[in-house]
């Protein structure tokens, strides 16, 4: 439960910042990267909407692998030239390999304690 409503914290903190500075600019820099633009609004939804229900532990599993995909993205387009350790323009890899790591095993291990899919569908395996 501590990872799960941790890692929905942190990305939905990540999410507002992008409805914050307007979706459109996201758009713009996923395109600048040399990713689909649309792929900008998919994931500030991901970060946004999907966290709330990590948080309160309804759909985790996917939850978790939307995750996944999401930070291997952003480890392999931005953060894998700057090094583990990142240099002087931008932080590196380090905590997003984190992210990753907790992602996956959330998506291995599924909803736990005061999960709702736990409440709603009666099994401490989802």
């Not at 993205?73 to 905590?95: D, H, I, R, W």
């Not at 984190?98 to 736990?118: R, Y």
Request: with cysteine.
């Amino acid at each position: 439960m501590i990872l799960r409503v941790a890692l929905g914290l942190m990305f939905f903190i990540h999410g507002v910042a992008k409805f914050q500075m307007g979706l459109g600019n996201v758009a713009g820099w996923f395109e600048s990267i040399g990713v689909a633009g649309f792929l900008g609004y998919v994931v500030a939804f991901i970060e946004l909407t999907g966290e709330v229900a990590l948080i309160v532990g309804l759909g985790t599993r996917v939850i978790s692998a939307l995750l996944a995909f999401v930070m291997s993205g952003a480890t392999f387009t931005v953060k894998l030239p700057a090094g583990f350790m990142g240099n002087s323009q931008t932080a590196g890899y380090e905590l997003d390999v984190v992210l990753l790591s907790v992602a996956i095993a959330l998506c291995l291990s599924g909803s736990q304690l005061f999960a709702l899919d736990n409440t709603w569908f009666g099994s401490s395996k989802n």
